[in-house]
């Protein structure tokens, strides 16, 4: 079954095609970070402006970088949320109309599921179940995942998301957009034991990350002098290692409290290099395998909609034209 996918539920205008639920045949990003950039965050009209300017042309090289032609796809799988619902809509609307002039199946896939279905276009996926994290710019959440559409939820984030904290930490410190990725590289050339910034919320699966921000804010209010650019790499890896420390703490306390034996760490957060360097580290040490998609998996893609597209395909769902976008959706109930 080759199925092609639509995502567009936030800055990143993206379509893939897939075969079989596994292997990626074409994967396009068309990312809006330059235009969003001067705000300093992503403003929800002039996304939607950009996915509809975008769309069209990103499809179309999908199409062309697999090789096949819409002859050639059985199904199409788009994003219904969560995420803006303007910029939603563009996916969808124009999933629509391929599958009404082609008289192709559709299906709604939830964002989230995306990300965990990611996993599955790498080289050894890991076999059901495992315990994953999700953790991108608007969740942080641990799921255990028994199968596709099969998940409890073992802990989450009380207020801000870590790509949240993230980018609010790169904005006080004055280093770009989007911050994750800022920091990621400062925190290269710096102590991350320089400063120390509070590990929330220790006994439970649960997240808090406001008071870090908030921790941050503080701290350099009280500066006698003005920031000098010598200090950032010190402030962005000691901010880091307060994130990574409690997301990989956490999902590895989650993965025993179930017993599980594999973990998969996916969503944009995934990308950074210290949670890969330290949670393959800290979990293998736990007796853990760990599974996390390359990079450009782990942030805003359509092959992982397409992914999870496929098995529900395969499994006799489809939605009708009436399907619509929804700004949030819950992936599972707390256990
Ligand atoms: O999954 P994603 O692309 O979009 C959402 O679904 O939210 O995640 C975006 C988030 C942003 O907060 C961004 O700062 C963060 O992922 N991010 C990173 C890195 N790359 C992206 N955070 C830390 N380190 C990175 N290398
Ligand atoms: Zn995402």
Redesign the pocket.
Same mark, same amino acid.
């Given at each position: 079954m080759v199925v092609l996918g639509i995502e567009s539920?936030?800055d990143?205008t993206a379509a893939a095609v897939v075969r079989d639920g596994k292997v990626m045949l074409s994967n396009v990003i068309a990312s809006q970070i330059t235009v969003h950039e001067r705000y300093g965050g992503v403003v929800p009209e002039i996304a939607s402006r950009k996915h509809i300017e975008a769309i069209a042309p990103v499809i179309a090289q999908a199409l062309e970088d697999a090789a096949v032609t819409l002859d050639e796809i059985d199904g199409i799988a788009v994003t219904k949320g969560p995420g803006l619902v303007g910029a939603l809509l563009v996916g969808l609307s124009t999933a629509k109309a391929l599958a009404f002039g082609r008289g192709l199946p559709l299906v709604g896939v939830n +964002?989230l599921e995306g +990300?965990i279905a990611a996993i599955f276009l790498t080289q050894n996926p890991p076999a059901f179940p495992f315990v994953a994290l999700a953790v991108?710019?608007? +969740?942080t959440a641990i799921y255990l995942v028994k199968g596709f559409n099969d998940f409890i939820l073992l802990g989450q984030t009380r207020d801000d998301a870590a790509?949240?904290a993230?980018?609010k930490a790169a904005n006080l410190l004055g280093i770009g957009y989007?911050?994750?990725?800022a920091?990621?590289r400062l925190a290269k050339k710096g102590n991350p034991e320089a400063f120390s910034f509070p590990r929330a919320m220790r006994d439970s699966l649960d997240f808090s990350f406001s008071g870090l921000k908030t921790s941050l804010l503080t701290r350099l209010k009280g500066l006698s002098a003005p920031l000098v650019s010598e200090e950032l790499p010190d402030y962005a890896a000691s901010y880091q290692e307060a994130v990574c420390d409690v997301l990989t703490e956490k999902t590895i306390r989650a993965a025993h409290t179930v017993s599980a034996g594999r973990i998969v760490v996916c969503?944009?957060?995934a990308?950074?290099?210290r949670l890969r360097e330290k949670m393959t580290g800290d979990a293998h040490a736990a007796g853990i395998e760990v599974f996390i998609p390359p990079p450009v998996l782990?942030?805003?893609n359509a092959a992982m909609i397409a992914v999870v597209g496929t098995h529900l395909l395969q499994a006799g769902f489809s939605d009708g034209l009436d399907l619509n976008a929804v700004s949030r959706i819950p992936l599972a109930v707390a256990s």
């Amino acid at each position: 079954m080759v199925v092609l996918g639509i995502e567009s539920s936030c800055d990143e205008t993206a379509a893939a095609v897939v075969r079989d639920g596994k292997v990626m045949l074409s994967n396009v990003i068309a990312s809006q970070i330059t235009v969003h950039e001067r705000y300093g965050g992503v403003v929800p009209e002039i996304a939607s402006r950009k996915h509809i300017e975008a769309i069209a042309p990103v499809i179309a090289q999908a199409l062309e970088d697999a090789a096949v032609t819409l002859d050639e796809i059985d199904g199409i799988a788009v994003t219904k949320g969560p995420g803006l619902v303007g910029a939603l809509l563009v996916g969808l609307s124009t999933a629509k109309a391929l599958a009404f002039g082609r008289g192709l199946p559709l299906v709604g896939v939830n +964002h989230l599921e995306g +990300h965990i279905a990611a996993i599955f276009l790498t080289q050894n996926p890991p076999a059901f179940p495992f315990v994953a994290l999700a953790v991108s710019g608007g +969740h942080t959440a641990i799921y255990l995942v028994k199968g596709f559409n099969d998940f409890i939820l073992l802990g989450q984030t009380r207020d801000d998301a870590a790509g949240e904290a993230f980018d609010k930490a790169a904005n006080l410190l004055g280093i770009g957009y989007p911050g994750g990725v800022a920091i990621d590289r400062l925190a290269k050339k710096g102590n991350p034991e320089a400063f120390s910034f509070p590990r929330a919320m220790r006994d439970s699966l649960d997240f808090s990350f406001s008071g870090l921000k908030t921790s941050l804010l503080t701290r350099l209010k009280g500066l006698s002098a003005p920031l000098v650019s010598e200090e950032l790499p010190d402030y962005a890896a000691s901010y880091q290692e307060a994130v990574c420390d409690v997301l990989t703490e956490k999902t590895i306390r989650a993965a025993h409290t179930v017993s599980a034996g594999r973990i998969v760490v996916c969503g944009g957060v995934a990308a950074n290099s210290r949670l890969r360097e330290k949670m393959t580290g800290d979990a293998h040490a736990a007796g853990i395998e760990v599974f996390i998609p390359p990079p450009v998996l782990c942030t805003d893609n359509a092959a992982m909609i397409a992914v999870v597209g496929t098995h529900l395909l395969q499994a006799g769902f489809s939605d009708g034209l009436d399907l619509n976008a929804v700004s949030r959706i819950p992936l599972a109930v707390a256990s």
